[in-house]
């Protein structure tokens, strides 16, 4: 059993900056690659960023790639996920999850845990 829980939402313009942490308690936190996902009012899940259990690998989606960064902190089981420049359709729930395997794919299959999610707003 993994326990995943978001941290660091908010109400932010555009154009500003937004650091997310995810923290992991349970299971060996660096067994498992990570992920985000964003799911915004009337839509569907989507896939932001995944890292590698050691974070040397990294994917993202396009729509994010060169202004989010995902990065990870195996000694403090922490997550994140730093947004800059943001812009208002970044407004969503955005939700850390875990997968036994690192995967360059949008899928979220093969997440088995997840958090209970953080709320964004971006304003224009």
């Known amino acids: 059993q993994v326990q995943l829980v978001e941290s660091g939402g908010g109400l932010v313009q555009a154009g500003d900056s937004l650091r997310l942490s995810c923290a992991a308690s349970g299971r060996t936190f660096s067994n498992y690659a990570m992920g985000w996902f964003r799911q915004a009012p009337g839509k569907d899940r989507e896939f932001v960023a995944t890292?590698?259990?050691?974070?040397?690998?990294?994917y993202y989606a396009d729509s994010v790639k060169g202004r989010f960064t995902i990065s990870r902190d195996n000694a403090k089981n922490t997550v994140y996920l730093q947004m800059n420049s943001l812009k208002p359709e970044a407004t969503a729930v955005y939700y850390c999850?875990?997968?036994?395997?690192?995967?360059?794919?949008?899928?979220?299959?093969?997440?088995?845990?997840w958090g209970q999610g953080t709320p964004v707003t971006v304003s224009s």
């Open positions: 999850a875990t997968r036994p395997g690192f995967v360059s794919s949008y899928t979220s299959r093969g997440y088995n845990y």
């Open positions: 890292i590698s259990w050691s974070g040397g690998s990294t």
